[in-house]
């Protein structure tokens, strides 16, 4: 089945730097890349998401890229405020039916002001 | 649309009695799909589920833990003779069939077992 690892599990930023992390993933029928941001004590939501047939995807400070051949993909937050301090999960998965999404361990966010 | 409605929020067991976990997808949505949250952890897979339909239970314990979609009503989430190791939180999502992909979380369930 799919295993996906995100690095790094905390991260802390000055604000107005950037954020990175990183995911691989292991099962190359994925073609679904979402991430999720979770505030503490709140539910997870999508925040962006990439599908295989593209490498890179922006939404205004908040960007994803994929390598297909290498099997990872990346989230990169610019201009980092601190209400972007949360966990951030990558996850990946395929359009097969019964296969399901899997999730990375999650990357804890402190942007300081 | 009320989006994915999980009810309670919170909900405290004793040791060895039975909990259930209620999930409403959101209007349209038929796929679900449960996870549970340890304290500083990730979301782990458990299950995925159609209407009347268990598509993929490879993340559920094998024992004590059940889960349903009946076709009318709401997605139920069954854990028998609760243990300490099961607090957590659990998450419900959905999506559609088009999208399947997409999924969206409802606010989750806080089980503490004393």
């Known amino acids: 089945g799919e295993n996906v690892e995100q690095h790094p599990s905390t991260l802390s930023v000055q604000e107005g730097d950037s954020a990175v992390i990183k995911c691989t993933y292991s099962?190359?029928?994925?073609?679904?890349f979402p991430w999720y941001k979770q505030e503490l004590g709140k539910r997870p939501q999508l925040i962006i998401d990439i599908r295989s047939n593209v490498g890179e995807k922006k939404d205004q400070r908040i960007a994803v890229t994929l390598n297909k051949t290498a099997k990872h993909f990346s989230l990169h937050i610019t201009e980092t405020q601190p209400e972007d301090s949360a966990v951030y999960f990558c996850?990946?998965?395929?359009?097969?039916?019964?296969?399901?999404?899997?999730f990375g361990a999650g990357t804890r966010l402190t942007v300081k002001p | 649309n009320a989006g994915v409605m999980q009810n309670p929020r919170h909900l405290v067991r004793r040791r060895g009695q039975e909990a259930r976990l209620r999930c409403s997808p959101m209007k349209g949505h038929s796929h679900v799909y449960w996870y549970r949250q340890l304290p500083e952890e990730g979301l782990k897979f458990m299950v995925y589920?159609?209407?009347?339909?268990?598509?993929?239970e490879s993340g559920m314990p094998k024992e004590r833990f059940s889960a349903e979609f009946p076709k009318e009503g709401p997605s139920i989430l069954r854990i028998q003779q609760v243990v300490r190791g099961d607090s957590a939180a659990y998450f419900c999502?959905?999506?559609?069939?088009?999208?399947?992909?997409?999924?969206?979380f409802g606010a989750g369930t806080r089980l503490s077992v004393l």
């Open positions: 589920l159609q209407k009347e339909n268990i598509i993929d």
């Open positions: 996850a990946a998965s395929t359009s097969s039916p019964g296969q399901d999404m899997r």
């Open positions: 999502a959905s999506s559609t069939d088009r999208s399947k992909n997409i999924q969206y």
């Open positions: 099962d190359s029928a994925s073609n679904y």
